[in-house]
């Protein structure tokens, strides 16, 4: 009798264990957002992943001699774990001098903002708590001239960065040489302006912010366009919501 209980006790404890061993650790991050990204990315290339702050992991792409991320920054936390703020109210957008975030038109879906990311004004950018995860960082003026530079220079380079077909990008863009060689992968995910707080662009341009100040006022940036190939560079309010891409250290 005592060694049926025995054997009981082993057969219960055994159970136990091995549904213990299955369940899932209630205290580990749930990111809803990975694997959900509908980027269409270039099959030929090798993709590596980085993840930041909020558990977001991304794929990431050699270009030359820099690492870049192939996919659109979607944390909602600085380094440090502080919040960003989600603004939604316009007027309060627009006279904003502190880092904040949205997303474009305010949508929520989980594939929208898994394929788009997040639009963040340069002060969140280049907020001292960091952005980016340890390891990466906001690309530098000279890092995107670098980037343009290996692949044949900004009149050829949008090109080489922006996503083929037209699953995102406006259908014109097929006859702007949109090959995605580089495996960079950029999406037109618009832009939010720093007066009325409006929303504009999506599905025809994609904006990246770089870490280069011009005055308390402009910033520089990297737009691509469905209509060129060409990757143009220019000064922006600092307030505008644009999408940001990461480059490792």
Same mark, same amino acid.
């Given at each position: 009798?005592?060694?049926?209980i025995i054997k ?5 404890l055994?159970?136990i264990l091995?549904i +213990?061993g ?11 957002y990975?694997?959900?990204?509908t ?5 030929s290339k ?8 909020d558990g +977001? #992991?991304? @794929? $990431? ?5 820099q690492?870049w991320?192939?996919? +659109?920054?979607r944390?909602?936390?600085?380094r440090?774990?502080s919040a960003?703020p989600n603004i939604t109210?316009n007027t309060?957008w627009?006279?904003?001098t502190t880092?904040?975030? &949205?997303t474009?038109? %305010?949508i929520?879906? #989980? ?7 997040r639009? %963040?004004?340069? %002060? !969140? ?6 952005i980016a995860?340890?390891?990466w960082?906001v690309? $530098?003026d !000279?890092?995107?001239? $670098?980037l343009t530079t ?5 009149s050829v380079a949008g090109?080489?960065? @922006?996503?083929t077909? $037209?699953t995102?990008?406006?259908? =014109?863009?097929?006859y702007y040489?949109?090959?995605n060689a580089?495996?960079?992968? !950029?999406l037109?995910?618009g832009l939010?302006?720093?007066?009325y707080?409006d929303?504009? &662009?999506?599905? =025809?341009?994609?904006y990246y912010?770089?870490?280069?100040t011009?005055d ?7 737009e691509?366009y469905y209509g ?8 922006l %309010?600092?307030a505008v ?8 250290d």
């Amino acid at each position: 009798m005592m060694k049926k209980i025995i054997k009981i006790s082993v057969l219960v404890l055994f159970v136990i264990l091995v549904i +213990n061993g299955c369940k899932k650790d209630d205290n580990s991050p749930i990111n809803p957002y990975n694997g959900k990204t509908t980027a269409v990315f270039n099959t030929s290339k090798i993709y590596s992943t980085m993840t930041d702050q909020d558990g +977001n #992991v991304y @794929k $990431t792409v050699i270009i030359g001699t820099q690492t870049w991320m192939a996919e +659109n920054l979607r944390t909602t936390k600085y380094r440090d774990s502080s919040a960003i703020p989600n603004i939604t109210d316009n007027t309060v957008w627009g006279n904003l001098t502190t880092g904040a975030y &949205c997303t474009y038109d %305010y949508i929520l879906g #989980v594939a929208f903002i898994a394929t788009h990311g997040r639009l %963040y004004n340069w %002060y !969140a950018a280049t907020d001292s708590r960091n952005i980016a995860p340890a390891g990466w960082h906001v690309p $530098t003026d !000279a890092e995107w001239k $670098t980037l343009t530079t290996q692949l044949g220079g900004e009149s050829v380079a949008g090109g080489e960065m @922006k996503e083929t077909g $037209t699953t995102h990008w406006e259908g =014109f863009t097929l006859y702007y040489g949109a090959t995605n060689a580089s495996g960079f992968t !950029a999406l037109p995910s618009g832009l939010r302006d720093s007066f009325y707080g409006d929303f504009d &662009c999506f599905g =025809f341009y994609g904006y990246y912010w770089s870490s280069t100040t011009i005055d308390s006022t402009y910033a520089w940036l990297r737009e691509v366009y469905y209509g060129e190939a060409t990757v143009e560079s220019y000064e922006l %309010y600092k307030a505008v919501g644009l999408a940001v891409r990461l480059v490792k250290d």
